[in-house]
């Protein structure tokens, strides 16, 4: 069981570092590409894959968790699955319903988005949506993160023969 918390932290992990890395890239393709557009564009591509990969990420945590030790604290699991649920909702809802409004409203809007007057009701619905897209971003990395504390700090039974050393293999090989 401790390799598949292994496993499991090295998921949390890995979408964690993605999800820091992402929010790095997207400010600098701001910063760094004329168009706006075309940085939205790239940063809405490279969103969709880090919702894709957490959706992914979530479930097969949550499959791994179902397999647990005897000795587990029930409440720490169950708290555990609960954070991987809330990590892939954040995730699926970001993609599914909140980057296929904003789509929505690009669409409707017929010209790039700085082109729209800031206070046009297309305008300011698609920005009120971004929020909502960063929030559930941040939720998604809060509920991995505590996940990732929970399996890291949780204690693991011995092996089967306490008190020996496993890599100890003179004992092991003794004729």
Known sequence: MKALSAFRLLLLASWLGAAVFFIA???SAFAVIPSREVAGGLVGRNL???NYIGIG???IALLTSLIASAGTNRI???AERVLLIVFGLACAIAQFV???WMLLLRT???KPIDE???D???RIQFNNLHEYSSWLMLTAMAATLIAFVIISLRPHAPGKKAGVDEFDFQKQFKI
């Open 108 to 110: 409707q809007m017929g």
């Open 76 to 78: 720490l699991l169950w």
């Open 48 to 50: 969709a894959i880090l």
């Open 116 to 118: 729209v007057a800031a």
């Open 25 to 27: 890239v997207a400010q």
């Open 120 to 122: 046009d009701p297309l």
């Open 98 to 100: 909140i980057t296929w």
């Open 57 to 59: 990420i979530s479930i």
